[in-house]
């Protein structure tokens, strides 16, 4: 088994998906971490799979604020420390344009993908981060780039989730640095109505030939949580296959 890093992570929404990728990526190179997720039983499976000797878990809803304060307190408690943040969870309850969106769709999908990922970084912030340092990454999407009229919402939110990574890195430099990363369609259960039936013909726009798997943002986030990445901050790291390249090809 890999030597103890003495560093901490939480990864929020981390029972599957990018956030289990990430979660992996981080203990392989010997961190210890705690992870979220609402539904309980799964959390507890991740947990086990992952390693219960350096993992916890703690359920509850990403925008809740109690739950943010315990996830933040237990992290301390059984591991002194939080180093590292990574805002993972993320909701898209609706598809199609938001002229006609209902307001109150719109509030759930900001609570849950910018404004919870504020709620984090301002608990981890204090309990370590302010005295002690660390890094933030925050899981945007190349939807927050550019309009997308398919998942226009989500892409908002994750516009907004950018901006809030260049304001929290100007304002936590130079202790801890903040950055993003925006991922095309990576295999998960939440991006199956994407691909799902049709994998080969959407790898096909893909310059790298196929569709991400959670790995390759851990690998992301283990970088930009990493001394490899000092001296950057606010940035946003686009994840992607190289399918963003097409959309400067006329
Ligand atoms: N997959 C993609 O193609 C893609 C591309 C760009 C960006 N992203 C972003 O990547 C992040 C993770 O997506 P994913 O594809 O890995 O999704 P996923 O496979 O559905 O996994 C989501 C994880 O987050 C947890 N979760 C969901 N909603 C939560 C909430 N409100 N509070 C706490 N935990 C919650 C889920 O567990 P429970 O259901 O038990 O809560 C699960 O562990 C999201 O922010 C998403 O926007 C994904």
């Given at each position: 088994?890999?030597?103890?890093?003495?560093?901490?992570?939480?990864?929020?929404?981390?029972?599957?998906?990018i956030?289990?990728g990430v979660?992996?990526a981080?203990?392989?190179?010997?961190?210890?971490?705690?992870?979220?997720?609402?539904?309980?039983?799964?959390?507890?499976?991740?947990?086990?799979?992952?390693?219960?000797?350096?993992?916890?878990?703690?359920?509850?809803?990403?925008?809740?604020?109690?739950?943010?304060?315990?996830?933040?307190?237990?992290?301390?408690?059984?591991?002194?420390?939080?180093?590292?943040?990574v805002?993972?969870?993320?909701?898209?309850?609706?598809?199609?344009?938001?002229?006609?969106?209902?307001?109150?769709?719109?509030?759930?999908?900001?609570?849950?993908?910018?404004?919870?990922?504020?709620?984090?970084?301002?608990?981890?912030?204090?309990?370590?981060?302010?005295?002690?340092?660390?890094?933030?990454v925050?899981i945007?999407?190349?939807?927050?780039?550019?309009?997308?009229?398919?998942?226009?919402?989500?892409?908002?939110?994750?516009?907004?989730?950018?901006?809030?990574?260049?304001?929290?890195?100007?304002?936590?430099?130079?202790?801890?640095?903040?950055n993003a990363i925006a991922p095309?369609?990576?295999?998960?259960?939440?991006?199956?109505?994407?691909?799902?039936?049709?994998?080969?013909?959407?790898?096909?726009?893909?310059?790298?030939?196929?569709?991400g798997?959670?790995s390759d943002i851990g690998g992301a986030a283990a970088f930009l949580t990493s001394?490899?990445s000092?001296?950057?901050?606010?940035?946003t790291l686009v994840v992607d296959?190289?399918?963003?390249?097409?959309?400067?090809?006329?």
């Open positions: 088994m890999t030597e103890l890093s003495g560093k901490v992570a939480l990864v929020t929404g981390a029972s599957r998906g956030g289990y979660a992996e981080l203990i392989a190179r010997g961190d210890r971490v705690c992870i979220t997720g609402r539904n309980e039983e799964a959390l507890k499976e991740a947990v086990e799979k992952l390693g219960a000797d350096r993992v916890i878990g703690v359920a509850g809803k990403a925008h809740d604020e109690e739950h943010q304060a315990v996830a933040v307190e237990r992290t301390m408690e059984a591991f002194g420390r939080v180093d590292f943040l805002n993972n969870a993320g909701t898209n309850p609706v598809f199609g344009p938001i002229a006609d969106l209902d307001l109150n769709v719109a509030r759930k999908v900001f609570e849950t993908n910018v404004i919870s990922a504020l709620g984090f970084a301002q608990r981890t912030w204090h309990a370590w981060q302010k005295d002690n340092g660390g890094a933030i925050n945007a999407s190349v939807a927050g780039l550019a309009p997308s009229p398919f998942i226009a919402a989500y892409g908002v939110s994750k516009a907004a989730l950018i901006n809030l990574t260049a304001q929290l890195a100007h304002e936590f430099a130079p202790k801890v640095r903040v095309a369609v990576v295999k998960t259960k939440f991006a199956a109505a994407l691909y799902e039936g049709r994998e080969e013909e959407a790898a096909a726009g893909y310059p790298l030939g196929r569709l798997v959670p001394d490899q000092d001296w950057i901050t606010g940035q296959g190289g399918v963003f390249l097409n959309a400067g090809v006329g």
